[in-house]
DNA sequence: GCAACACCTGTACGAAAGGACAGGCTGCCG
DNA sequence: CGGCAGCCTGTCCTTTCGTACAGGTGTTGC
């Protein structure tokens, strides 16, 4: 028997996943959560095999709790359940220590699988997100920002201008433009305001 | 007997509220759709006495399918069942024609409560959000566009320069400028791209 | 009819933004 | 050690942005 800790802001969803996981049979469902913190404390108390995560937690963000999870319980396996893809966001859960990124949008059972995979100690990720990544990697310039960058993404979209910037970050106004100029290389746009919509439609902020 | 059609583009979802209706006893569900044409054919085919619609499909917006729904029967009652809120999202579901809007975060038996009233023929808003809604009457200068600036925004977010936009619309660069403006007042900013990203936290494009 | 609103336009100006040069420092990896 | 990447800084210049002033047109609704 897999033991199973779901953790979701939508009731609905756990209601949907715990349905489909205990028709299964092998799978049983231990415990729910709909905030990253209740999560924790459902892994700390139950100790169980799988985590099945969505990204999108209200308050602490998803990678927060995943890399807290692993921090309690290092050999918890864990499936990213989340309605949106995006290489940058599949391969910072990756690097966060998940076994599995599953689209909401797929089949009902395809997450039953993933479940299985990574509980028999094997990763998962379905061939459209694999496929995906494999892009990416070859064009490694792309859509991968640098830690100074994002930091920097998010204040750009936070409205502030390169002098404000500079004051905040403690570095020359100079050097904010370059840092911008890199992003917008980056991303394939020329000024801040598209720089903005297409960082938060690929999730990057 | 009311009988339901449900439209979400995760299985998961709709596995979910499936189960919690048919436990209901007076709630049967005839349909389900994941796409907006789906929806549509489900509508026309099943004739249903409420629709449970969510706003992000891929493809269409909800709101086109709302009110494409709405121009085949007008008799028909919706529930909008989505993840976000904000009160310009809320307001042109309405406007569109829905009956009710529920957040998925909410508990389970809240969208039970909602098909009910609609089916009976009222409307039904959950008390955080009518609040939420009163606040902006209060205030409606505030988040709310005109169809010429949310066509502009959209351009912003697309990285067009006053220039670009002003040459796309036919218009005097001047006049670009001026709409620009207004909509840095309403959303309460200062440059583009914080108007974009507060634009597009709103659902506003 | 006139008030309100959406939409449009002009001139002028200071403040940013963004690109094109060029260069220095640090830490890590082969 | 030498190369590479991330981070930082400078000057110069052109373009764009954003706001200040002030004003015109058409439509809707009281």
Not at 91 to 120: C, N
Request: proline share 3%; glycine share 6%; net charge neutral.
């Amino acid at each position: 028997m897999i033991r199973v800790v779901l953790a979701d802001d939508h009731p609905i969803v756990l209601d949907g996943i715990a349905m489909n996981l205990e028709d299964s049979g092998d799978v049983q469902v231990v415990a729910r959560a709909v905030r990253g913190s209740e999560a924790l404390d459902a892994v700390k108390r139950e100790n169980p095999d799988v985590l099945v995560l969505d990204l999108e937690l209200p308050g602490e963000s998803g990678l927060d709790v995943l890399a807290n999870v692993k921090r309690i319980s290092p050999v918890l396996r864990t499936v990213i359940f989340t309605a949106y893809g995006g290489t940058e966001r599949v391969s910072s859960a990756l690097r966060a220590g998940a076994d599995a990124y599953v689209l909401k949008g797929t089949s009902s059972a395809e997450l039953l699988d993933a479940i299985r995979s990574v509980a028999a100690g094997r990763a998962y990720l379905p061939p459209a997100i694999a496929a995906e990544l494999i892009g990416t990697l070859r064009d490694p310039a792309r859509e991968r920002l640098t830690q100074r960058e994002t930091e920097i993404l998010r204040l750009l979209a936070d409205g502030l201008s390169n002098k404000a910037i500079s004051s905040q970050l403690n570095i020359a106004e100079r050097t904010v433009k370059f840092h911008v100029s890199e992003i917008f290389a980056r991303l394939g746009v020329a000024n801040r305001a598209h720089a903005v919509a297409v960082a938060q439609k690929a999730g990057l902020i």
